[in-house]
């Protein structure tokens, strides 16, 4: 069975900084690409940054580009996320998703139960 | 970025009725569509991928068509279990984006 378990939410002020982490079993991790989905409260869903398998490929949406960096560490099938020059409108719940394949994020088939983020002074 | 438009942004419907919800791309793309289901306080849940392909586990009421800027996900006889929003998702680009979603309401 597919398990996603995020953690490192925070209230955190603006201009600071954090890192998510994602412990992924059930499912051989290096074979998938990982992406980062966010909601933040009462919006819709919005795709962040993705990884290939191995790692060596990243995509961010301009939102967060030169802000937030994906990063995953295979021996230890985890996926992270680190958050810098925190905004407000960074406030939301962040999911750790898998994908069906392993070059790019494309087909986010299993999701996580999210963290809260919360950028507030 | 490619745009997804959804519509409408909600619904009310009784169990047993059948809901069609449309999805617009701002370009062309192919058959590169997603339909995701969330449930307040749950992991979202995909359903169909490809346009027209359903997750496994997935029941045979869910079907989808469409491709290149139109698609639509039809949910024939809704059941109590139906109530969620509804994402479409594009993943022709590197750069994933959602439609604003759909609630399904009773």
């Known amino acids: 069975e597919v398990q996603l378990l995020e953690s490192g939410g925070d209230l955190v002020q603006p201009g600071g900084s954090l890192r998510l982490s994602c412990a992924a079993s059930?499912?051989?991790?290096?074979?998938?690409?990982m992406s980062w989905v966010r909601q933040a409260p009462g919006k819709g869903l919005e795709w962040v940054s993705g990884?290939?398998?191995?790692?060596?490929?990243?995509y961010y949406t301009d939102a967060v580009k030169g802000r937030f960096t994906i990063s995953r560490d295979n021996s230890k099938n985890t996926l992270y996320l680190q958050l810098t020059t925190l905004r407000a409108e960074d406030t939301a719940i962040y999911y750790c998703?898998?994908?069906?394949?392993?070059?790019?994020?494309?087909?986010?088939?299993?999701w996580g139960q999210g963290t809260l983020v919360t950028v507030s002074s | 970025d490619i745009q997804m438009t959804q519509s409408p942004s909600s619904l009310s419907a009784s169990i047993g009725d059948s809901v069609t919800i449309t999805c617009r791309a701002s370009?062309?793309?192919?058959?590169?569509l997603n339909w995701h289901q969330h449930k307040p306080g749950k992991a979202p849940k995909l359903l169909i991928y490809?346009?027209?392909t359903l997750q496994s586990g997935v029941p045979s009421r869910f079907s989808c068509s469409g491709s290149g800027t139109d698609f639509t996900l039809t949910i024939s006889s809704l059941q109590p279990e139906d109530f969620a929003t509804y994402y479409c998702?594009?993943?022709?680009?590197?750069?994933?984006?959602f439609g604003g979603g759909t609630k399904v309401e009773i």
């Open positions: 998703v898998k994908d069906r394949a392993v070059g790019r994020a494309a087909i986010l088939d299993y």
């Open positions: 059930g499912f051989t991790f290096n074979n998938y690409a």
């Open positions: 990884i290939s398998g191995g790692g060596g490929s990243s």
């Open positions: 370009q062309s793309i192919g058959r590169y």
């Open positions: 490809s346009a027209s």
């Open positions: 998702q594009q993943s022709y680009s590197t750069s994933l984006t």
